[in-house]
């Protein structure tokens, strides 16, 4: 109970942010304009938009969930208005947890109203652009929510990562850079797939499977794309997804209280 | 606590973390190399069809290892279900999830690792390790972002005349993006209408007509179930371009099994038409016609075919001049029906009637 409490108070102190809120705009304002790109590309209108609008949610997004969940514990450390907190009769674990759905908070509210812009947008092209045979507009909304869905649950295993790192440090700063770094590792992880398959000997390409199977891989999101573009092959479902994303929030919220037990006040 | 137990606490807390997401992660991966797998099938299945008629590929590059791994997957496939080749995505795909196919996956994987069997482009990720197939972590999951940027050069390119340049931008946009279908169809309608018409040499005009054909095929051989390359290539390209109405016919016709455009059937059975198998073309249109009775065309389509029947009925049964009346009226009332002029100067050489502008002027008198 008390991490809820913690957690909504968190929220409304996230979407107070300036930083954040230039950042939503900034994304609403290029999901907004990518109608115009489709002057261009004649016969591409609704690709155009949806690939716009999926990469500027993703990219926003991975900003967002970054300062939000990065920057949480050390803004309260430099306010000093965590020892208020902690002196408090509240077990560490419960502000830590708060803490994180706070954070989760903020990204959903950020996602759904980017979401909410980008179909109104596709709506929009769709009715413009109607081929011979339109879908209706309830099936492109609902796998466009599914994508939506994927690009969460990238962002819950990034913001867990730089939630624990955030634990370490006094200022955003080295959360928000490690935040950026692991998006970047994240997306790079089938490298190592490929060392490990042409490593020199068996024991070096077993030793690089293992850090492939356990470090964050940020494609296996990218069913997203398929899904977007009404690819047929997309029998496999996203539970798995979930499933993946949820233990790695897990994990993240495990180091981060680690990390934060024992961290002097 | 101490301080030491603590710390074995939780570091075993974090490895039993770990251990699970490294096995979701082996499932999420044997998950994408059968969709990869299941890609291959299909892709197979369609290029078998071509192979064994004969009509599309002259020649069979696949390696033995790769027709013999296709056969063992049609064989099983078959024994599981006995509809194997025709199913769905979804269906298709819980035959292939059966612990059955486990063999053949291995062997999938094995060969794609050997570059032994023709993977889908930009699926191969997880296999190849080409550096074109890590464009995707190249550019942190924003491939078909940069690959619609590259299209708007592209299309920049087009408007300045560039032709040279937009063929490597037309390859590195499907690479980037293999499930840009728009990209194939309008980048081979490009090759075949608008640069074409830019050469005055034959030679020249065919070799961006057969730059056109392979851009489809690969559009093809990546999405083996878009009814739209299917369509663009049999009607755009072999109809239109090439009056090539068997190869028209048989894309269409495969166009016509995958979700498609209603134009699609029209044009098929328009192709049937010109290839003279009224019947089959009449089938088609009845059939479409059920389902879109709004659509007012294809009953002047129909008409005209149970005309064309009719003469040929007349023809079978002795009655010459009568058919040659029927391919005469339908020869004038619709000039772009290119099969009525060749029947009304056969059926008048039969008729030992040379003086074709009085028969002629006397059928279009009485009707």
Known sequence: MNSIVIGLNAYRESIRRKTLIAFLLFAMLIIGSSTFLTVLSPGEEVK?????????????????????????????????????????????????????????????????????????????????????????????????????????????????????????????????????????????????????????????????????????????????????????????????????????????????????????? | MSRWKESLTFGALAFAFLIPISAVQRGIETDQARVGFLRWVDNQEAFQKQVVQRIVKDSDDRTPEEIDLLERVEELGSSLDPNFGDLQVDPKW??????????????????????????????????????????????????????????????????????????????????????????????????????TVMFHSVEEKQKYIDLAVVFLEKGIKNNPRSSKLYSELGFTIYFFKLHDYEKAAYYLGEATNYEHDPWVERAYALSLERLREEEKALAVLEDYSLRHPDYIMQKFSIARLQQKLQARQLEEEGKLREAFEIWNFIKEDDPADVVAPAEVVRLRALLGRDTAPHSDHGVSASE
């Open chain 1, 48 to 265: 155009i938009v949806k690939d716009v609008c999926l990469s500027c949610v993703s990219f926003f997004g991975m900003l967002i969930a970054v300062f939000a969940a990065g920057a949480l514990i050390p803004g309260e450390t430099d306010n000093r208005t965590i020892h208020t907190i902690l002196s408090k009769p509240l077990r560490r674990i419960t502000y830590v947890v708060g803490k994180y759905i706070g954070a989760q908070l903020t990204i959903i509210l950020n996602i759904l109203l980017m979401s909410i812009l980008f179909l109104v947008i596709l709506y929009l092209q769709s009715k413009r652009y109607t081929e011979e045979a339109p879908k209706p507009f309830s099936v492109t909304a609902l796998v466009t929510m599914k994508a939506m869905l994927l690009v969460y649950f990238e962002l819950l295993v990034l913001s867990a990562l730089a939630f624990a790192v955030s634990m370490l440090s006094t200022s955003a700063t080295l959360p928000v850079i490690a935040g950026i770094f692991i998006y970047i590792v994240g997306h790079s992880v089938n490298y190592l797939k490929n060392l490990s398959e042409h490593a020199s000997s068996e024991f070096m390409g077993t030793v690089i499977r293992q850090f492939y199977l356990i470090l964050p891989n940020f494609s296996n999101f990218y069913l997203r794309n398929q899904l977007i573009h009404d690819d047929p092959y997309i029998p496999q479902g996203i539970v798995k997804l979930f499933i993946y994303a949820a233990l790695y929030a897990g994990f993240g919220l495990l180091i981060g209280y680690i990390l934060f037990r024992k961290k002097d006040m």
């Open chain 2, 94 to 195: 819980a035959v292939i999830r059966r612990p059955e196919f486990s063999p053949l996956l291995e062997d999938f994987v094995r060969l794609a690792r050997q570059s032994k069997v023709t993977l889908v482009e930009g699926e191969v990720e997880w296999a190849n390790p080409d550096v074109s197939a890590n464009v995707g972590a190249l550019v942190f999951g924003f491939r078909k972002l940069v690959a619609d940027m590259l299209w708007l050069k592209f299309d920049e390119y087009w408007h300045l005349g560039l032709v040279q340049r937009m063929l490597p931008i037309m390859e590195t946009v499907v690479t980037l993006d293999p499930h840009f279908v728009e990209a194939y169809a309008i980048g081979a309608w490009h090759l075949a209408y608008n640069v």
